[in-house]
């Protein structure tokens, strides 16, 4: 099992931007396929974005497709999901979450965080 600590959740206006971080232990990072997955209030979860060990594969939903960057730093244990233009329709839990690539984008993870608050006001 890996551990998984997210950080960078908070309040925000539309428009603004926050960088989520989720540490990572109990594994070697870089060869982990680590996601970002999302529950808005009242509603089911959903995939955000998923990046794969090597970097080289990545996910975007649609809903965050060209405003969300998700990135990792082997060297810190660390995946990032950058979020610019934030919009109030972006409010949610957002969890890191390791598994395969495919189990992440397919919202079948079964390793997560403890999760982190975003919430975004008009």
């Known amino acids: 099992q890996v551990q998984l600590v997210e950080s960078g959740g908070g309040l925000a206006q539309a428009g603004d931007s926050l960088r989520l971080s989720c540490a990572a232990s109990?594994?070697?990072?870089?060869?982990?396929?680590m996601g970002w997955i999302r529950q808005p209030p009242g509603k089911g979860r959903e995939v955000v974005s998923a990046?794969?060990?090597?970097?080289?594969?990545?996910y975007y939903a649609d809903s965050v497709r060209g405003r969300f960057t998700i990135s990792r730093e082997n060297a810190k244990n660390t995946v990032y999901l950058q979020m610019n233009s934030l919009k109030p329709e972006d409010t949610a839990v957002y969890y890191c979450?390791?598994?395969?690539?495919?189990?992440?984008?397919?919202?079948?993870?079964?390793?997560w965080g403890q999760g982190t608050q975003v919430t975004v006001s008009s």
């Open positions: 109990g594994r070697p990072f870089s060869m982990l396929d």
């Open positions: 979450a390791v598994d395969t690539f495919p189990n992440l984008i397919r919202l079948k993870a079964t390793n």
């Open positions: 990046i794969s060990w090597t970097g080289r594969n990545i």
